[in-house]
């Protein structure tokens, strides 16, 4: 089937030079007509609220989306082979993020953690995740980013601060988290950098937009980044400072091979589309599903991590 260029969303203006010197791609987002699937194994965080969203597949031909469990006031999902973890705050759990395990369509208690308070699950595809949680011993309630190795059993707080925003794994084994200014009660968190931790230690980037939210990195070597009041994906290469920006879409979850990138329009949330890494100013829309899809995991195809290994 042939695509067909519907519409163009924006304006471009490719004369500003981010910090490094790279030129910095303006919003010039092409809108393609429904072509191919793609393909895998998509699940997903959707509901008419975000705040009391649950899980669901998401199937093609035709689009639509198909429930997994009955759970409630799910905020995040991840996924690998053997795997679906969520931060769900329901009432079983005292309306708390807790971090929970999808079996035969029930959210169970995640083991091996002395505490599962925790939220913003990132998993690779050997299962090791990344999370957040609060340190409720420290009066500042500073937050901690730690690393569960389901091998060792082990689980490693890697970085502190006052405000961690979006994280996620990146290739190569490392870690990446936008750090945060918490500032005034009742103002938005403002972004100040992005901290990436690898073998070979850590450093931080100046923030691009203090507006950051949900980060998405996996197998890219562009991390895609949520901006909450631009209501669109900021693209940044963390090794090159190279960057461009997606008007009106928000960055769901890249493909395992990390060419492709899963996303919903930042208006409404019901329009899926794909973007393809090698152009990352167009959108081939899959269509439109009946609730709004806030986060995703996209996993190979076949795969049926919800019965464990």
Not at 2 to 26: H, V
Not at 114 to 132: E, H
Not at 226 to 233: D, I, L, M, P, V
Request: charged share 20%; hydrophobic share 40%; aromatic share 6%.
């Amino acid at each position: 089937m042939a695509l067909a260029f519907i519409t163009a969303l924006g304006a471009c203006d490719s004369g500003k030079r981010n910090e490094g010197g790279q030129e910095s791609e303006q919003s010039t987002t092409t809108t393609i007509a429904e072509g191919i699937p793609p393909t895998g194994r998509f699940l997903a965080v959707a509901g008419e609220q975000s705040l009391d969203a649950g899980l669901y597949e998401i199937r093609f031909a035709p689009l639509r989306l198909e429930r997994l469990s009955d759970a409630s006031r799910v905020g995040a999902i991840s996924a690998c082979a053997t795997e679906v973890v969520v931060a769900a705050a329901q009432q079983e759990v005292g309306f708390s993020d807790t971090l929970q395990t999808l079996r035969s369509g029930k959210l169970v208690p995640f083991e091996g953690l002395a505490d599962a308070k925790g939220s913003s699950p990132a998993l690779t595809s050997d299962c090791r995740m990344a999370y957040k949680a609060v340190d409720r011993s420290d009066p500042a309630l500073i937050d901690r980013l730690h690393l569960w190795d389901p091998g060792s059993g082990t689980d490693t707080v890697v970085y502190s601060s006052s405000e961690l925003l979006g994280l996620d794994h990146g290739p190569n084994g490392q870690v990446s988290v936008i750090e945060g200014n918490r500032g005034e009660p009742g103002q938005p968190v403002a972004a100040t950098g992005i901290v990436i931790i690898s073998a070979g230690g850590l450093r931080s980037i100046p923030a691009p937009a203090p507006d950051l939210g949900v980060l998405r990195w996996g197998a890219s070597s562009w991390m895609a980044i949520g901006r909450n009041e631009a209501k669109s994906t900021l693209f940044l290469d963390p090794q090159t400072r190279a960057k461009s920006e997606l008007a009106g879409w928000r960055p769901l979850a890249w493909s395992p091979d990390g060419s492709e990138l899963l996303v919903a329009d930042s208006a409404e949330y019901r329009t899926l589309g794909i973007v393809q890494a090698t152009d990352l100013s167009a959108v081939r829309t899959l269509g439109r599903v009946e609730v709004g899809v806030y986060g995703a995991a996209w996993l190979p195809a076949g795969a049926t991590p919800e019965q464990g290994g």
